[in-house]
C-alpha cells in the first residue's frame, strides 16, 4: 500500500463571509502585481514562431497561480495534521473543550496566585476543573447518542459534505491506493499496462487516412493564410464568469493545493486575467507549462 503524507490544504467550507470577502480583496491586490507579458498578449498571429511569447504566457500563468494560493493562504483556513492517534471522542470539540479551555483559564490563574487552598480563586479553579472531568465522562457515556444526532442534523442540512464527514468520522477509515493494478506491482509494469489501455482505447474509433491527411492540409491552409480570422478569437470576462459559476466547489488539480473554490471566490479581476491566458493560448497555439504540470505529474508518479 502507498503511504500517504498528509498536506494541510485551504478550508473552504470553513470560511466565513469575512474570511472569502478578505480573500477576494487580496487577491485583487496580487493580481495587480502581476506582470502583463504586453508583446505575448498583442501578438495576434496565428504564425507566430516567437519563443519567448510561449515563455512569457507561461510565467503569466505561474504569477496568477500563485497569486491565489498566497491569497488563499493569508485569509482562508486551513484543514489540520490528521493522524490515527489523534482521534477524540465525538462531541469533544463542542461539550468538553470550551470547558477544558476554562479549567486551564483557572488553572494557570490559581498558579500564579501562589496555588492557595482556599479562597475564590481556588474554588473557581476546582469547580473548573469537575466541570471538565464531568464533560468528559458524560460524553463518553453519551457516545452513541452524539453521534446519531450529529447524523441527523446532516442529513436535514442542505450540505452534503457534513453527511459524508460524519460518515467518515464513525468509520475511522480513509481509501489507500493498491499498490497491485491487474497483477502488476512495479510501478514500470503499471505505467506500461495504462499505457497500452490508453493506446487502445485512443485507437478503437476507425478512420480514413486520406481524409485525415485531407483535414490536416486544410488546417495548415487556414493557418498559413495571411487573412486568417486571428481577430475572431476573442474571449471576452462574461464568458469566462459564466463558465466559472459552472463549476463544481473542492475540485483540484493534482499538482499543489489548487482547487475550483480558488476560482468560485476570486471575483470579476481574476476573470479577467483569465481570458487573457485562453486568448493568447488559442492564438499561439501553445499550453502553459503550470498547466501541463498537473498531466506531467501523473506520469512522474507512475513511473
Given at each position: 500500500?502507498?503511504?500517504?503524507?498528509?498536506v494541510?490544504?485551504?478550508?473552504w467550507h470553513?470560511?466565513?463571509?469575512?474570511?472569502?470577502t478578505?480573500?477576494?480583496?487580496t487577491?485583487?491586490f496580487?493580481?495587480n502585481?502581476?506582470?502583463?507579458?504586453?508583446d505575448?498578449?498583442?501578438?495576434?498571429?496565428?504564425?507566430c514562431?516567437?519563443?519567448?511569447?510561449?515563455?512569457?504566457?507561461?510565467?503569466?500563468?505561474?504569477d496568477?497561480?500563485?497569486?491565489c494560493i498566497?491569497a488563499?493562504?493569508?485569509?482562508?483556513?486551513?484543514?489540520?495534521v490528521?493522524?490515527?492517534?489523534?482521534?477524540?471522542?465525538?462531541g469533544?470539540?463542542?461539550?468538553v473543550?470550551?470547558?477544558?479551555?476554562?479549567?486551564?483559564f483557572?488553572?494557570?490563574?490559581w498558579k500564579?496566585?501562589?496555588?492557595?487552598?482556599?479562597?475564590v480563586v481556588?474554588?473557581?479553579?476546582?469547580?473548573a476543573?469537575?466541570?471538565?472531568?464531568?464533560?468528559?465522562?458524560?460524553?463518553?457515556?453519551?457516545?452513541?447518542e452524539?453521534?446519531?444526532?450529529?447524523?441527523?442534523?446532516?442529513?436535514s442540512?442542505?450540505d452534503?459534505?457534513n453527511?459524508?464527514?460524519?460518515?467518515?468520522?464513525?468509520?475511522?477509515?480513509?481509501?489507500?491506493?493498491?499498490?497491485?493494478?491487474?497483477?502488476?506491482h512495479?510501478t514500470s509494469?503499471?505505467?506500461?499496462?495504462?499505457?497500452?489501455?490508453?493506446k487502445?482505447?485512443?485507437?478503437?474509433v476507425?478512420y480514413?487516412?486520406?481524409?485525415?491527411?485531407?483535414?490536416l492540409?486544410?488546417?495548415?491552409?487556414m493557418?498559413?493564410?495571411?487573412?486568417?480570422?486571428a481577430?475572431?478569437?476573442v474571449?471576452?470576462?462574461?464568458e469566462v464568469?459564466?463558465?466559472?459559476?459552472?463549476?463544481?466547489?473542492?475540485?483540484y488539480?493534482?499538482?499543489n493545493?489548487?482547487?475550483?473554490d480558488?476560482?468560485?471566490?476570486?471575483?470579476?479581476?481574476?476573470?479577467?486575467h483569465?481570458s487573457?491566458v485562453?486568448?493568447?493560448?488559442i492564438i499561439?497555439?501553445?499550453?502553459?507549462?503550470?498547466?501541463?504540470?498537473?498531466?506531467?505529474?501523473?506520469i512522474?508518479i507512475?513511473?
Amino acid at each position: 500500500m502507498i503511504n500517504r503524507v498528509h498536506v494541510t490544504r485551504a478550508s473552504w467550507h470553513k470560511a466565513s463571509d469575512i474570511d472569502l470577502t478578505n480573500y477576494k480583496q487580496t487577491l485583487s491586490f496580487n493580481l495587480n502585481s502581476v506582470v502583463l507579458p504586453i508583446d505575448c498578449l498583442l501578438c495576434h498571429s496565428l504564425q507566430c514562431k516567437n519563443t519567448d511569447h510561449k515563455v512569457a504566457l507561461s510565467r503569466y500563468a505561474k504569477d496568477i497561480i500563485d497569486a491565489c494560493i498566497e491569497a488563499g493562504h493569508k485569509c482562508i483556513p486551513r484543514t489540520g495534521v490528521h493522524s490515527k492517534n489523534n482521534f477524540r471522542t465525538p462531541g469533544w470539540s463542542v461539550y468538553v473543550e470550551p470547558l477544558r479551555q476554562k479549567s486551564l483559564f483557572w488553572h494557570a490563574m490559581w498558579k500564579d496566585c501562589g496555588r492557595p487552598r482556599n479562597g475564590v480563586v481556588a474554588d473557581c479553579m476546582r469547580r473548573a476543573r469537575a466541570s471538565y472531568h464531568y464533560g468528559i465522562r458524560r460524553i463518553r457515556n453519551e457516545e452513541d447518542e452524539i453521534v446519531r444526532r450529529r447524523m441527523a442534523e446532516s442529513l436535514s442540512g442542505a450540505d452534503g459534505r457534513n453527511f459524508w464527514n460524519e460518515v467518515r468520522k464513525i468509520r475511522h477509515s480513509k481509501a489507500n491506493s493498491s499498490g497491485i493494478v491487474d497483477g502488476c506491482h512495479d510501478t514500470s509494469g503499471i505505467s506500461q499496462l495504462f499505457s497500452n489501455k490508453y493506446k487502445e482505447l485512443y485507437s478503437s474509433v476507425a478512420y480514413d487516412n486520406r481524409d485525415m491527411d485531407d483535414v490536416l492540409v486544410d488546417i495548415d491552409g487556414m493557418l498559413g493564410c495571411e487573412d486568417a480570422p486571428a481577430a475572431d478569437c476573442v474571449i471576452n470576462v462574461d464568458e469566462v464568469l459564466q463558465a466559472i459559476s459552472n463549476m463544481k466547489p473542492n475540485k483540484y488539480d493534482g499538482m499543489n493545493e489548487l482547487s475550483s473554490d480558488y476560482v468560485l471566490h476570486a471575483g470579476k479581476d481574476l476573470a479577467v486575467h483569465i481570458s487573457f491566458v485562453f486568448l493568447s493560448m488559442i492564438i499561439h497555439g501553445s499550453v502553459p507549462d503550470p498547466v501541463l504540470s498537473y498531466q506531467s505529474r501523473r506520469i512522474r508518479i507512475v513511473m
